[in-house]
């Protein structure tokens, strides 16, 4: 069975320090994994994706992630906080062997001006 | 957002009320999806549809009824819903299954 553990539901940082969004999974076989972004009363939008080529993963508007598999980690970063970045952030991991997506709870990033 | 549409944006009805949710993929996928989103749950994923058949019912209630007529478009169709009921309903495509999602902007029903 797959599963995905954000570990912290609330994040504060303040604009323009690095922020950290931390996940861990759970997968039977090799997953890939996603980190989608939801602005308020907006739908998810797609931040980057891991499907078993290179373990740092590029996304849209300066995030990046890591895969580790020795930590089952796949935390999400950038190096400056925008104004703009405030929004819930979910992570998910899809297991080849089980047909769907399943989401974390979620993280609230909050930057502080 | 862009490539999945849903209608409308925001919903009210009473409890007697029937009415339906729809939503259109332009992306060319053939996996197509329904989700609940309450305030403070964890996003609950309530259908699936491949190639416009169901693959996956989430123990919905079936006040819930859904119905996917092509690959690009899927509709929630609502009866005799309950207060609890009140959610941000998204609809998402794939191109397969476990593949990832593009989701639309989603419905806010609010059950009176």
């Known amino acids: 069975a797959q599963s995905v553990t954000q570990l912290d539901s609330h994040v504060s940082v303040s604009e323009g320090t690095p922020v950290l969004l931390r996940c861990n999974y759970s997968s039977s076989y090799s997953p890939s994994l996603f980190w989608y972004v939801q602005h308020p009363n907006k739908g998810l939008q797609l931040l980057l994706k891991?499907?078993?080529?290179?373990?740092l993963v590029k996304g849209i508007n300066g995030f990046e992630a890591e895969f580790k598999k020795s930590e089952t980690s796949f935390h999400l970063t950038t190096p400056t906080a925008h104004m703009s970045d405030a929004a819930e952030y979910f992570c998910?991991?899809?297991?080849?062997?089980?047909?769907?997506?399943?989401f974390g709870t979620g993280t609230r990033l909050t930057i502080i001006p | 957002e862009t490539g999945v549409t849903q209608t409308p944006r925001h919903l009210v009805m009473g409890m007697t009320n029937k009415k339906s949710l729809k939503c259109e993929q332009h992306?060319?996928?053939?996996?197509m999806y329904w989700y609940k989103q309450s305030a403070k749950k964890p996003l609950e994923l309530m259908f699936v549809?491949?190639?416009?058949?169901?693959?996956e019912n989430n123990s919905v209630p079936s006040r819930f009824s859904p119905e996917c007529p092509n690959s690009s478009h899927l509709f929630l169709h609502l009866h005799t819903l309950q207060p609890e009921d009140s959610a941000l309903y998204l609809c998402a495509s794939s191109q397969r299954v476990t593949y990832e999602q593009y989701f639309g902007p989603g419905t806010r029903l609010t059950v009176t």
């Open positions: 992306l060319g996928h053939n996996a």
């Open positions: 891991y499907t078993s080529a290179a373990t």
């Open positions: 998910v991991v899809s297991d080849p062997g089980n047909e769907k997506l399943t």
């Open positions: 549809y491949s190639l416009e058949e169901r693959v």
